[in-house]
């Protein structure tokens, strides 16, 4: 077994190194599932007496209010939703946290240390001892198993299942260690523990929906489904920051629940909350000439517009390749989204993903191209289609401008608007749609998207493409240890979305949080908007 001592330099190989560079814009941690009814409410865990911040510092002290939409699950295995996952993060934690920058950070996970077998099939992780949970129980290695064995159960249906499949085992061999068994190896393992559904929960417990006993940094003191959720600081968090202040310095936060992102943004402009995220870019130069503060991250969170490629008209390789000439995407950058991002390239990898992203040149727009290549496809003439867009910002300033830029090359483009929930709800709309587009969330590395949304059998194929030489290339990326192999990989299969891959990648955009601007140790991340460390933010006196 290879030590903690010695993991920095096969980490390099196995996980750093494969993201050097790596973010909920309006984006869902995932494209969103139904959205699920709020549980009723029960009398939350019995936090202990005092919750009021130690005196040591002046960091501490003080309410977050932050506007948020409603929280529709807080059962983490079944987190669907921005607010859902923002919120969980808040009384749980995580096994392996996901920095800042998309890399685990072993001071901020209950693992504080782990070793893995030289075929990195076995991964042994040491427990921190005395964490707690909110009612005073101590989290041990069976809370870790329970967690897991829970997110990978068929039975239960969590939206992990496929992702854990590859583990065969996890068995606790003592209070403070656990081991996971593979069936292959990952490089990924590690991210792949600090998914957002990977909470450590109670093994005790039987209604996660409902009982919110977690040993994160702040207590659920109650929840309103129709308003918010209060928090307060859980005063025994194991956390401490570098000065070896216990965190959070805050002594509470409200999760005020306020649909309408305009609302959002005019609440903190009136001084009504504190903080939010995700800020629509048109609000950035407002909050920024006024006494607030913006901050901003690059990320993969990406809006893309797929083209259903087992039907007519996009079945056919022409059409596809004719609306991605016809289509300028920093151009619908600008206009959309202020320019704050990066244009799309033709694949769901983006820059922060260093060199595992095929850093080439756009071709050109080339409106006379399209046309010649929609003729050989039979539509000389033109053509007519309907795209769907959800009726959240920026989405109706994409279609419309791509459809001003598709009218150029004769095509007729009818835009089908439809509120989000009825986008992603019970009928799949974005899954059955010939033209649509679909948010999607930053990943803290590439192979996601491709096990859920473009190999042959991906859950989430909205494109409903099928490339036997992609999924074999996906397959081999999937184990590939050597970052250079790997890297080679995922270059090809990019290469394939550009020559006849079934998307068109809009742009990427940089993660925005609006705050007061009293409100510090703000991070910003390159990983989901949902993930900034609250543990840090405090208010400046």
């Known amino acids: 077994m290879k030590t903690q001592k010695n993991l920095t330099i096969l980490l390099a190989i196995l996980i750093v190194a494969s993201i050097l560079l790596s973010a909920c814009g309006q984006s869902t941690p995932a494209p969103s599932q139904p959205e699920v009814q709020p549980a009723a409410t029960e009398e939350p865990v019995q936090a202990p007496e005092s919750t009021e911040a130690p005196a040591m510092s002046d960091k501490y002290g003080g309410t977050l209010r932050h506007a948020t939409q409603p929280v529709t699950n807080l059962d983490p295995a079944f987190l669907t939703s921005v607010p859902d996952d923002e919120a969980a993060r808040q009384w749980h934690d995580f096994l392996i946290f996901i920095g800042e920058d998309n890399s685990p950070d072993p001071a901020r996970g209950v693992a504080e240390s782990w070793e893995f077998s030289e075929d990195g099939l076995a991964w042994t992780f040491n427990l921190r001892q005395g964490i707690k949970f909110h009612d005073g129980k101590e989290m041990t290695s069976e809370d870790v198993k329970f967690t897991f064995d829970r997110l990978r159960d068929p039975e239960v249906g969590a939206a992990t299942v496929a992702l854990y499949s590859n583990i065969t085992a996890v068995e606790a061999l003592d209070a403070y260690t656990v081991v996971f068994t593979l069936a292959s190896p990952n490089p990924d393992f590690l991210k792949d523990l600090g998914d957002y559904h990977a909470l450590i929960m109670d093994a005790a417990g039987t209604d996660f929906a409902t009982q919110w006993n977690g040993t994160g940094p702040f207590v659920l003191e109650s929840y309103s489904p129709e308003d918010r959720i209060v928090f307060t600081r859980n005063p025994n968090y194991w956390l401490q920051d570098d000065e070896g202040n216990q965190l959070p310095y805050l002594d509470g936060m409200e999760f005020i629940f306020i649909p309408d992102s305009t609302a959002q943004v005019e609440a903190l402009r009136g001084g009504q909350i504190d903080y939010l995220i995700y800020l629509p870019s048109e609000y950035v130069s407002v909050l920024e000439s006024e ?251």
């Open 291 to 541: 006494d607030l503060v913006v901050h901003q991250s690059p990320s993969n969170t990406a809006y893309v517009l797929h083209m259903r490629s087992d039907r007519a008209p996009a079945e056919d390789n022409n059409v596809r390749q004719a609306f991605k000439l016809a289509t300028d995407t920093e151009a619908i950058l600008q206009g959309a989204f202020e320019g704050l991002g990066t244009a799309g390239s033709g694949t769901p990898f983006g820059p922060v993903y260093g060199d595992f992203y095929l850093d080439e040149p756009t071709p050109a727009r080339d409106v006379a191209k399209a046309k010649e290549l929609l003729a050989e496809a039979g539509y000389a003439d033109g053509l007519e289609i309907e795209i769907v867009c959800q009726d959240r910002s920026p989405v109706p300033a994409i279609c419309t401008i791509w459809k001003e830029q598709l009218a150029e090359a004769g095509v007729t483009v009818n835009i089908n608007l439809v509120p989000t929930d009825v986008y992603y709800g019970a009928d799949n709309l974005w899954l059955e749609a010939d033209f649509a587009i679909t948010d999607w969330g930053s990943r803290p590395y590439p192979q996601p998207y491709l096990d859920l949304a473009y190999t042959c059998v991906a859950q989430w194929n909205e494109s409903h493409w099928c490339d036997e030489e992609l999924d074999e290339l996906a397959a081999q990326a999937a184990k590939e240890l050597d970052p250079v192999k790997r890297a080679e990989q995922y270059h090809q299969i990019q290469s394939i979305f550009k020559e006849r891959g079934p998307i068109i990648l809009v742009f990427f955009i940089n993660n925005l949080w609006g705050a007061s601007a009293n409100l510090q140790g703000v991070t910003p991340t390159m990983g989901l908007g949902t993930a900034l460390d609250l543990r840090y933010v405090y208010f400046e006196k």
